[in-house]
């Protein structure tokens, strides 16, 4: 599975992105999709993930403001109300069996996109 990102960019506090993540490949069942972000000198973390049965998982930072989902092989994120802090290289992972509650850790056959750049200021 290959995964490609596109939807980032320069938006002020308050405003609104969304990401998607297009998967190559065939994304099979019990496939944990999710989102990851890193801003620069900070670790990555997880933002958040999807399981094919629809359950998700979300960071606390972001509850109330992101939404994943999925549709067939295409992941998005819709960001809304960004904050400054928001503000990271976001990247898609793909991992079948991956532990939705973990954003997709523990899996196997785990995919990454190459990144996509949020700017919020």
């Known amino acids: 599975v290959q995964l490609v990102e596109s939807g980032g960019g320069s938006v002020q506090p308050g405003g609104s992105l969304r990401l998607s993540c297009a998967a190559t490949?065939?994304?099979?069942?019990?496939?944990?999709l999710g989102w990851y972000r890193q801003a620069p000198e900070k670790e990555r973390e997880g933002v958040a993930s999807i399981y094919d049965d629809g359950k998700t998982t979300y960071a606390d930072s972001v509850k109330g403001r992101f939404t994943i989902t999925r549709n067939a092989n295409m992941l998005t994120l819709q960001m809304d109300n960004l904050e400054p802090e928001d503000t990271a290289m976001y990247y898609c992972?793909?991992?079948?069996?991956?532990?939705?509650?973990?954003?997709?850790?523990?899996?196997?056959?785990?995919?990454w996109g190459q990144g996509t750049q949020v700017t919020v200021s």
């Open positions: 992972v793909a991992s079948r069996f991956g532990d939705v509650r973990q954003y997709c850790s523990g899996g196997y056959h785990e995919s």
């Open positions: 490949g065939y994304v099979a069942s019990r496939y944990c």
